[in-house]
T-cell receptor, first 115, second 117 residues
Framework: GDSVTQMEGPVTLSEEACLTINCTYTATGYPSLFWYVQYPGEGLQLLLKATKADDKGSNKGFEATYRKETTSFHLEKGSVQVSDSAVYFCALSDRNNNAGNMLTFGGGTRLMVKP | ETGVTQTPRHLVMGMTNKKSLKCEQHLGHNAMYWYKQSAKKPLELMFVYSLEERVENNSVPSRFSPECPNSSHLFLHLHTLQPEDSALYLC????????????????FGEGSRLTVL
């Protein structure tokens, strides 16, 4: 079945440092890939997505590129802020499913940014 | 307004109690989901409803009983729970993949934090 593996946290960085959170996936079809973010006390919200190979998703300074050859979708940001402290989830959607959107999530990576 | 509203936000119950979690979405979606988020475990998909029909029951124990009376409301009825059922229960909604409007994006509520004593 489908699976998503992302690096375990917590990741602790100083403000303005560079961020990379690794994500690799296993899927039988042609999935769409997502990064969701969960701020303290809140539900998950979509950060960015990519629907086909070589697509780059971007939002709020975060970027991730859909790499089919390495089955990866690493999340990057050039300069993190304290407000980026949250848990980040990589996920994939099996687009062959004709019912709901069956997202498969990774385990989440907690990011802590210190002033 | 977040678009997906869950109540209650916090719930403490004994193992013999019966309670319900409620989810309401105002986004015009036709698919709704329950996820379980436990400490140090990946998000677990519990149930999926598409067009008010259950399309996924991910091997969830029968002490969890979902109900979807219409496309805007989703309930999770709880009875004789165990302490290991303590978790954050997240509701989400989306356009269904078969609707032609599905983008794969789920919209989540803020969750109901459940503690079973």
């Amino acid at each position: 079945g489908d699976s998503v593996t992302q690096m375990e946290g917590p990741v602790t960085l100083s403000e303005e440092a560079c961020l990379t959170i690794n994500c690799t996936y296993t899927a039988t079809g042609y999935p769409s890939l997502f990064w969701y973010v969960q701020y303290p006390g809140e539900g998950l919200q979509l950060l960015l997505k990519a629907t086909k190979a070589d697509d780059k998703g971007s939002n709020k300074g975060f970027e991730a590129t859909y790499r089919k050859e390495t089955t990866s979708f690493h999340l990057e940001k050039g300069s993190v802020q304290v407000s980026d402290s949250a848990v980040y989830f990589c996920a994939l959607s099996d687009r062959n499913n004709n019912a709901g959107n069956m997202l498969t999530f990774g385990g989440g990576t907690r990011l802590m940014v210190k002033p | 307004e977040t678009g997906v509203t869950q109540t209650p936000r916090h719930l403490v119950m004994g193992m013999t109690n019966k309670k319900s979690l409620k989810c309401e979405q105002h986004l015009g979606h036709n698919a709704m989901y329950w996820y379980k988020q436990s400490a140090k475990k990946p998000l677990e998909l519990m149930f999926v409803y598409s067009l008010e029909e259950r399309v996924e029951n991910n091997s969830v124990p029968s002490r969890f009983s979902p109900e979807c009376p219409n496309s805007s409301h989703l309930f999770l009825h709880l009875h004789t729970l165990q302490p290991e059922d303590s978790a954050l229960y997240l509701c989400a909604s989306s356009h269904s993949a078969g609707s032609g409007r599905g983008t794969g994006e789920l919209f989540f509520g803020e969750g109901s934090r459940l503690t079973v004593l």
